[in-house]
């Protein structure tokens, strides 16, 4: 027994060390095989989107941008001449259901990163719009471009992150009239995925548009043909949708490029305390925004996104990875659904540390996404501190948690072969499978290798210094960037995107007022 034990503890010290840093899962479309857990009925549905619908036509939505209101009174939506507020019948509304695609083929510079959204497909992105970052070493600070770039390189590194779903943390030594610029070239130089364009005046949609399709080598009409890009759009709950949001999906979608409509809903707050009234305004304000897409363009790729978290009543702080955030993110996924459309949810947490609130917050919201049937989950790695703070640590432990969830999806196989009666047979009452011939064809990649988790006994463990997950995370995220190679950027394609970053910058880029 104790050479047996001697053995045993031999095998795990081994297998901790037997993969690299930066062990990682192969590039590959995740595909979720699992039935979409529901939490509500048929019947509780439809009540949600009647309430929606009631919402739409007697209190309407407030549209802050005179052209967007024209349109939708064109359009037929009642509007008044000396306020904002914009009346949908339910008509209306109902005749945009069905208009939008259910399947999203997302096109990326690199075709081998290009993917699918919607259906059973599943895609994450890395955290984003973070205005600190955080290490163990350096401590938190305020974003600037060096950490961008670092985070850009770990999204570029890590196959199981498919996108960029924004700036990982906000450069402030960047100007804000060329912020877009350069993040946009540091997008497409850094890395070769997917990757967003934040809706923040219309200028800044065209010039990254203009950037992406410049990167991607294409004419006006293949672009146009082509979702390459996609935006977040945040209505301004409770019912309003901003000047640049707006322009945003103007020029998005009539691009044909991806809108991700995305209400920010906390209950109690921008939202009723109770989940059903919660949850009944995000719909509202998804389908206002559904109706407006698809005025603009007919067809146009449109998402369904989820955020109805809650606060904190005593003190109204944002609370996130909570347990009513997982009940939404499931009830979002069966509104989505219900109209036919991609859905996206988050992996968030309120966490101020590295920690285990950090850890389960992140699993709870994580899982409230996938098994909700989500297709895009956003901050999907490094999210901290309610979206303030995007830390190196956490987006190292979160690809281990995503690597996780891809192998969890991988199907549950049973045939012969894995039945594995010979090896049975071979190892008999009593005896062990390490040395029969079944295991050792398959020892090497029979389980799922974590990149953090320690698997040594206590004593091994000590000897090495009793090491915290957050630190073999910052040895880990480090010893990625030394590994780090640009992809690959066609020089003539280079050199007209400097070309147009150059010249944009000398015109001042979008001018502030500060």
């Not at 305020?142 to 906000?170: A, H």
């Not at 020029?251 to 949850?279: H, K």
């Not at 992140?362 to 956003?378: D, P, Q, R, T, Y």
């Not at 990625?480 to 880029?509: N, S």
């Amino acid at each position: 027994m104790a050479a047996m034990n001697s053995k045993r503890r031999r095998r795990r010290n081994t297998a901790q060390t037997s993969q690299p840093p930066g062990f990682q899962l192969p590039r590959q479309q995740l595909v979720n095989p699992y039935p979409p857990m529901t939490l509500l009925s048929d019947d509780q549905i439809e009540s949600i989107h009647q309430a929606s619908l009631t919402i739409l036509s007697e209190i309407g939505i407030d549209f802050l941008l005179p052209e967007a209101r024209d349109m939708l009174k064109k359009a037929g939506a009642i509007t008044e001449t000396d306020s904002e507020r914009v009346r949908f019948d339910p008509d209306m509304v109902e005749q945009s259901i069905g208009l939008a695609p259910t399947v999203i083929d997302m096109h990326a510079r690199n075709p081998q990163h290009s993917f699918k959204l919607g259906a059973n497909y599943l895609s994450f992105g890395n955290v984003s719009s973070a205005p600190n970052a955080s290490d163990i070493i350096k401590g938190r600070r305020t974003g600037n471009q060096q950490d961008f770039r670092d985070f850009l390189k770990l999204t570029q590194y890590y196959n199981i992150i498919n996108f960029s779903g924004g700036y990982p943390v906000e450069p402030a030594d960047v100007h804000p009239s060329i912020r877009h610029l350069q993040c946009t070239r540091d997008f497409i130089q850094y890395t070769d995925k997917v990757f967003h364009a934040y809706s923040l005046g219309a200028q800044r949609n065209r010039d990254v548009i203009e950037m992406t399709r410049i990167a991607r080598g294409l004419s006006q009409a293949q672009f146009d043909s082509e979702t390459s890009l996609m935006t977040v759009i945040n209505s301004s709950s409770p019912l309003r949708f901003d000047k640049v949001m707006l322009e945003g999906i103007i020029e998005m979608s009539s691009r044909n490029q991806l809108v991700i409509l995305t209400p920010f809903t906390l209950s109690g707050a921008m939202a009723p305390v109770t989940l059903a009234g919660a949850v009944a305004q995000q719909n509202a304000e998804a389908l206002a925004g559904l109706v407006f897409t698809q005025l603009v363009k007919p067809g146009a790729p449109f998402m369904y996104g989820g955020f109805t978290s809650n606060v904190d009543m005593r003190s109204g702080s944002p609370a996130f990875g909570t347990p009513e955030f997982m009940k939404t993110a499931i009830v979002g996924g069966q509104l989505a659904r219900r109209y036919g459309l991609p859905y996206r949810s988050s992996n968030v947490s309120t966490a101020n540390s590295v920690d285990a609130q950090a850890a389960y917050e992140s699993v709870f919201s994580l899982w409230g996404a996938v098994m909700g049937g989500c297709n895009l989950v956003k901050h999907a790695a490094g999210w901290m501190e309610g979206g303030l703070c995007a830390s190196f640590e956490k987006f190292v432990i979160d690809i281990d948690l995503l690597q996780m969830v891809a192998e969890f999806l991988k199907p549950f196989e049973v045939n012969e072969d894995e039945l594995a009666l010979d090896a049975i047979r071979e190892a008999g009452p009593g005896g062990h499978f390490f040395g029969t011939a079944h295991t050792q064809a398959r020892y090497r990649d029979a389980f799922y290798a974590p990149i953090i988790s320690d698997w040594r006994n206590f004593e091994s463990w000590q000897e090495a210094g009793s090491p915290q997950a957050v630190d073999k995370a910052n040895k880990v995220y480090r010893q990625v960037l030394e590994d780090y190679h640009p992809p690959p950027l066609d020089e003539a394609i280079k050199e007209e995107l400097d070309e147009f970053v150059d010249k944009r910058i000398a015109e001042g880029g979008v001018k502030t007022d500060f």
